[in-house]
Structure formats: C-alpha cells, structure tokens
C-alpha cells in the first residue's frame, strides 16, 4: 500500500513581498511540492494588497489541499505602522486557510531558524543553505522570503514530528509519556 503524500503550506508575510512554499512528505523523504512570492510592491492600495495574499494563498488551498498551514509570526519592530500592516497581511493569510478548512500554526522567526538550523540567530542564507542539504535541493530563490517559507513549512513538520520540542517548560517527559503512550517502550 502506497503511503499518501502529506502537504504543509508554509507562509512568510508581507504587504511588498509575500513568500510561499509548500512541502510534502511521504514516509520519510521530503520534497518541495512549490515556492514562490506575491509581489505586492505594485499595488499601492493596502487594501488590494490585502485581497490579493488572500486569494492567493486560497488559491494554493485550493489546488493542493495541504493538511496544515504554518505562518511566520511577525517579530516586534520600530515601526508600528509597519507592524499593524504586517499583521493584517498575517490575518488575511491565516483567515484565507481557514476558510478552507486547513488547520494553522505559528511560529516565530527564531523558532523557524532553531527548528530547521539548530540556531535561532541564522541568517536567511542560513537558513536557506540548511534547507537546499535537507530536500536536497540545487536552485537558489529569487526572493529569500520563499525559502523563508519554506522554512516555516519544515519548522511544522518537525514540531509535529517530536511534539516534545513543543512542551512548555515544566511539563517535561512525563507529560510527554503521558500524552503519547504508544510512542513510549518501557522496558522491564
């Protein structure tokens, strides 16, 4: 029996440039399904920007039904202008998976990097090099902020994979045990 293919939409928010990638995994090998940005830079009305991630991202629902979505959380800055735009770019990706039944996760910039490099402090080149070795993967992007998102993506794919990395502190591995008991051999 032929295992299926699990897709994981990943996004990186933005109102200039939007990034996407989608993964998919079977068994053990990951893949690239598909990554690319919406540049928004050309649209001067924040609100069209704002319809277009949306449709955008209800469209990439739409053909390859991912199973879940993950989106970078925006990192505090300066700027509040900035951060109130961001996080309304953020709101109508997330709503555009939710309309479409896809379950959504965030995760913060350093979780991403942490999670995929095993250094919250990379770079995005970082970042992206660690990503070519893991999917093994030649091309580089046009725009960073598509292999953001897919990091973002794979950041997902391996916090649900070893949901112990999610555990708050002090729940440690009796909750872990205690929550997953056909993962856990006890050996007499």
């Not at 250094?119 to 090099?129: P, V």
């Not at 056909?182 to 050996?187: A, E, F, P, Q």
Request: one cysteine or more; glycine letters at 8%; aromatic letters at 8%.
């Amino acid at each position: 029996m032929a295992l299926k293919e699990k897709i994981i939409l990943g996004i990186d928010p933005g109102t200039v440039v939007m990034g996407y990638g989608l993964i998919g995994i079977t068994g053990q090998k990951i893949r690239i399904v598909e990554m690319g940005v919406l540049k928004l830079s050309k649209f001067p009305d924040h609100a069209d920007r704002l319809n277009r991630i949306y449709v955008r991202v209800h469209e990439l629902c739409e053909q390859y039904k991912p199973e879940s979505c993950a989106i970078e959380a925006p990192f505090f800055g300066k700027n509040v202008q900035s951060m109130l735009k961001l996080g309304r770019a953020q709101g109508v990706a997330m709503a555009a998976a939710m309309q479409s039944k896809i379950p959504m996760e965030e995760y913060s910039p350093k979780k991403v990097k942490q999670s995929v490099t095993g250094n919250g402090s990379a770079t995005k080149e970082q970042l992206w090099t660690t990503i070519q070795k893991i999917l093994k993967f030649e091309e580089t992007p046009q725009y960073l902020d598509a292999s953001d998102a897919v990091g973002v993506a794979l950041c997902h794919h391996f916090q649900s994979k070893f949901p112990i990395a999610n555990l708050k502190s002090g729940q440690g591995w009796d909750k872990f045990i205690k929550d997953n008991p056909g993962r856990v051999k006890i050996k007499k």
